[in-house]
């Protein structure tokens, strides 16, 4: 997601600051006063006061206004939030805290936890997928083989959930090997075909096709097809 775009959320309320702050500020570096502090600018700013005084704040904590004007020093060192001027429609000057800062420190790190969360996400799927190769093929895989899971995987971008697929389709008609595994995969990857669900039609008009070419003999020993698609 976009940073700028999840500023503009907080800024204008839809998403609620408190809990927000509540749950990342350790993250961003900040410790309990300091978080107090925030929160109460935030009150303040949201009942019409952009400036409170250190006096102001601290009569709400159990901190004097010297050790609050402290931290409210350290929060602008920190780069949690800024002073701006500004000028009235009567053209009388003020000033008032920006939290802009800090809502930019909030949204980068709401960003990294879902890169960090979407890369261990990855990393899961991919060693399950060499650990579900391993199984099928009754052992372990070459470097080479292994070579090949990476390609599709870094260069190709197939998507682990898609080379399961071909693997398991190619279990099915009784050809497994990396090579027709790759057929598979360039194959989807020509037709469009980007899901399990495409992959599954695919697959039926492959063996209709099939079908029509080659009539199956009548056997009573026959096993029925085992669609692992539909599973």
């Known amino acids: 997601m976009d940073k700028e775009i999840m500023v503009s959320w907080i800024e204008e309320g839809m998403i609620h600051v408190p809990n927000l702050l509540m749950n990342n500020y350790r993250q961003i570096g900040l410790d309990e006063k300091e978080l107090v502090v925030l929160l109460h600018i935030f009150s ?4 019409g006061n952009k400036f409170p005084t250190p006096e102001e704040i601290s009569e709400r904590m159990t901190i004097t206004s010297s050790e609050c004007a402290s931290i409210l020093r350290k929060l602008m060192q920190l780069g949690m939030i800024k002073i701006e001027e500004g000028c009235s429609e009567e053209e009388i000057r003020f000033e008032r805290y920006s939290l802009t800062p800090l809502w930019i420190r909030l949204a980068e790190e709401m960003i990294r936890e ?21 199984q099928e093929f009754g052992r372990p895989l070459t470097p080479i083989e292994c070579e090949s899971l990476g390609m599709w995987m870094d260069q190709d971008g197939q998507d682990p959930v898609m080379i399961k697929a071909a693997l398991r389709e190619s279990v099915m008609s009784g050809k497994l090997n990396f090579r027709y595994i790759d057929r598979i995969l360039l194959e989807w990857k020509k037709n469009g075909v980007n899901t399990v669900e495409q992959a ?10 099939s079908k029509q070419t080659n009539p199956p003999v009548q056997n009573s020993n026959s096993v029925p097809f085992f669609n692992w698609l539909e599973q």
């Open 114 to 134: 879902k890169k960090q969360s979407n890369l261990e996400k990855v990393l899961t799927e991919e060693q399950d997928l060499f650990s579900i190769f391993e």
């Open 200 to 209: 599954r039609v695919q697959g039926l008009k492959f063996r209709q096709k």
């Open 44 to 47: 303040f700013s949201e009942k």
